[in-house]
Each structure stands twice: as C-alpha cells, then as structure tokens.
C-alpha cells in the first residue's frame, strides 16, 4: 500500500460542485488501495476576497489579524471536502494546520515550518480515514497565534507533509496539465514539460512561475519527494519533478518565465563608505522583506546609488522602512518603480553552454526592450525590463530559446 499526498488547487475546488468532484477522485486513489492524505487551498478567489476586505478597513492591515483571517479560507475547503467524502460513504476526517501538527516561526504572512507533530494524521490514517488537511497555515510556536506560510503556501503544506509522512510521492493537482515552457496564456505553442529537475523548478519558482511555491520545491529536493504536478480536470500525466540527471543537461534552456510582482527602490546619493549596505538592509531584512536583485553603482565624488528590487506587494511596508533609514543613511531621497517585471530564462544546460546571457540580452535588444537590472545563476539570467514589455520579452525569448532547441533536436 502506497501512502499518497494530493494537493488540490483554489481553482480545482473553486465551487461545491467541483468539491464535490475532488471527493471523487480523492476516492479513486483510495479505492485503488493507498492511504490517502489531501491538503486543500481556500476556494478560487477567496484569498484575494479576505485580503481586499482587511484593505478597506486599513491600507496596512496588521500581520496577525490577517493570518487568522485568510487561514479562514482554506479551514471551510478541507472542512467540505471532508463533508463530501463522508457523503459518499469513505471514512474522512478534516484538520486545521494547528490540528494537523504544523508549528512555524512567528513571521506572520511569510512563516517557516519548523516540524510538523503528526501524531493525529497518524492515528486517523491507522483507523482507515481519509485525512483532508487545511493549507497554507500552522501555529507559531511560541505564542500559538496562527500563521499563514506565503501566497501559494498550500503547496508547501503538502510536500512538507509528504516528506514527514515519507510519503511516496506528492500529487499537485491544478488547472494546467504540469510545468510548461513558457506561460500558455502568453505563449500558445508552450510545450508541457515530462520532467523537470528541482534546481530548475526552483528557479522557475522564483522567477515567477506560479505553478509551485519555491519553497515546496526547496523541500522536496531536500527530502527527496518526487512532485507529480498534474490538472484536476484530465487523467494525464503532468509534470515529474525529479532530481538532476545527465541527460537533462543537453537542454540549455528548459523555460522561460515572467514575474510581474516586482518593484524598485533606488536610493540616491548615499555615501560610499563600509557600513551602508547594512544599514539599508539589515531593517529591510527585519521586516520580512525578502530583495531580489541588488545593483550598487560605480561611486562620483563619495557618493552613489543603490538600486534593489522585492515583490511590488512588499512595497508599502518598504516605503516605510527606507523613509525610516534615510538620515542615518546620509542618502539624498530615493525613487520607486512598480511598473517593472522580471523576464528570466532557465536550464541546467546552461553550465555546459556559453553565451547564453549575451543571446539572450541580443534577442531583447532585437525587439527594443531596455534592460533595467540583471541578474544571473549558474542556471539561470534574469532582466527587469519594463512591465509593458513582458509578453512581448516572453514571447521572443521563447521563440529564440525554446523554440530553436526543439528543432536543432531534431536536425541532429
Ligand atoms: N490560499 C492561499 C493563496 O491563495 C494559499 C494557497 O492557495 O496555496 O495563496
Ligand atoms: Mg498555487
């Protein structure tokens, strides 16, 4: 008997009907002889409805009050899944991530699982109950206040789940059919990809494709959790999320991905001397606000520019913070930019191929699109650009990389 982790998606559960459909197929796996545990997202859009609440009550709504909020939202999915289930006569039994055993840092909106106590899975699995478990949330562990892991946390909830279990695989069930090459919606031609390593989906993950939270990959490659990323609505296999092998090398770019939840902060005339960096972002750090790409310009006359990017619905919060380090900072002012977004392009074939950067700053050049920032890993280079440009960026980048890999494939 195989012990099976499914997540299913906001969109997979969107409605009762589609609940009701979930259960279905939840039911199947059982049927097939596996012990099944299912993590749930809150229902299609209900995230974005509690968030735009809090927002017309306060532009900065407090941190805790909004973990207990949006937790909300995944507890009423898990809690009618499981109400499905019973319907239909399969054992079931829903938990909440406080139940379920998940203890997290305090960060609230952004925490960190620190272990996951699972007793209570444990023992509904060994009476033969389906166990249904709420995403995206835990306990903080020292003052038990709920906390929320991140937009998209619900995919970590189940390969953190998976790996504590020593599950055998980790299904992500969602309304695309695995990890494409390029954003469909952008790219039509977009191929679906068989397997992807971890290094890659990782990176793909934090360039913006939102198809996993780059944190449920970290785990998965740390624990060694294959994650079957697949469509709720098909029987086809999705995506296999695997770890690294030779062979993958011979594709130098494996996908391009977009990320428009990215804005800049240039902070002006700071004096060049040890000790800034820090003094800028130590308090940039402190508040949970994770920086992306860093560029500090050549110093005129003692004096230079620090330029800095995070995810545009940081912004706020960072508007504060620098407003609060200008004086100790010596620096003249600073100016931001939320109208940017980052193009990057990923393959592990990259170690082993040069030029991949200076084609890929060519193909952007070819379409007229200015390059703001850039940024590169060994499998990775990504650009700012400005946001009006991305499908356009996306789509050259896929013509020029993805495209052309193919045919040269076969030519050879
Ligand atoms: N409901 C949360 C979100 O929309 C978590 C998740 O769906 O994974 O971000
Ligand atoms: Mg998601």
Redesign the pocket.
């Given at each position: 008997m195989a012990l099976v982790v499914q997540k299913y998606?906001?969109t997979s559960v969107g409605t009762v009907q589609k609940i009701k459909n979930v259960a279905k197929r939840v039911a199947k796996s059982r049927e097939a002889g596996n012990d099944v545990v299912v993590v749930i997202?809150?229902m299609a859009g209900?995230?974005?409805r509690l968030i735009n609440m809090a927002k017309q009550i306060s532009e900065m709504p407090d941190d805790r009050e909004m973990d207990l909020l949006?937790s909300s939202?995944?507890r009423v999915s898990s809690a009618l899944l499981a109400i499905a289930l019973k319907a239909g006569g399969y054992p079931a039994r829903a938990f909440t991530g406080r139940q379920a055993g998940f203890i997290t840092n305090g960060v609230h909106t952004k925490a960190r699982i620190k272990k996951i106590e699972a007793q209570k899975i444990h023992e509904a699995l060994r009476e033969g109950e389906i166990v249904v478990v709420a995403?995206?949330q835990g306990i903080d562990e020292l003052s038990h206040d709920v906390t929320t892991l991140?937009?998209?946390?619900?995919?970590t909830t189940a390969v953190a789940l998976a790996a504590a279990l020593k599950a055998d695989v980790c299904e992500i069930y969602t309304d695309v059919e695995g990890v494409y090459t390029a954003d469909p919606r952008i790219v039509p031609h977009a191929k679906k990809l068989d397997l992807i390593c971890f290094e890659e989906m990782m990176e793909m993950a934090s360039a913006g494709a939102k198809v996993l939270?780059v944190r449920s990959v970290e785990i998965g490659m740390k624990y060694g959790i294959p994650i079957h990323v697949r469509s709720t609505f098909t029987e086809k296999e999705g995506t296999m999320v695997v770890p690294f092998s030779q062979e993958m090398e011979a594709v130098v770019v494996s996908g391009v991905t977009h990320d428009k939840n990215q804005a800049k902060i240039t902070v002006m005339g700071v004096p060049d001397r040890p000790g800034v960096a820090k003094a800028l972002f130590m308090p940039i750090a402190d508040a949970a606000i994770n920086v992306d790409m860093i560029i500090q310009n050549v110093s005129q006359d003692g004096l230079t520019d620090i330029s800095f990017t995070i995810a545009r619905t940081d912004l706020p919060k960072a508007i504060e913070v620098a407003k609060g380090v200008m004086s100790a900072l010596g620096a003249k002012g600073f100016t931001t930019n939320a109208d940017i977004a980052k193009v990057s392009i990923v393959g592990v074939g990259m170690r082993s191929h040069p030029g991949v950067a200076s084609k890929m700053f060519e193909t952007l050049a070819n379409e007229g699109i200015n390059i703001l920032m850039i940024s590169t890993s060994e499998i990775k280079v990504s650009c700012i650009i400005e946001s009006k440009y991305t499908e356009l960026a996306v789509r050259a980048l896929h013509d020029a990389f993805v495209k052309q890999g193919e045919e040269s494939e076969e030519s050879q």
């Open positions: 998606g906001g997202s809150a209900e995230t974005d949006l939202g995944e995403g995206f991140g937009r998209g946390g619900s995919d939270q």
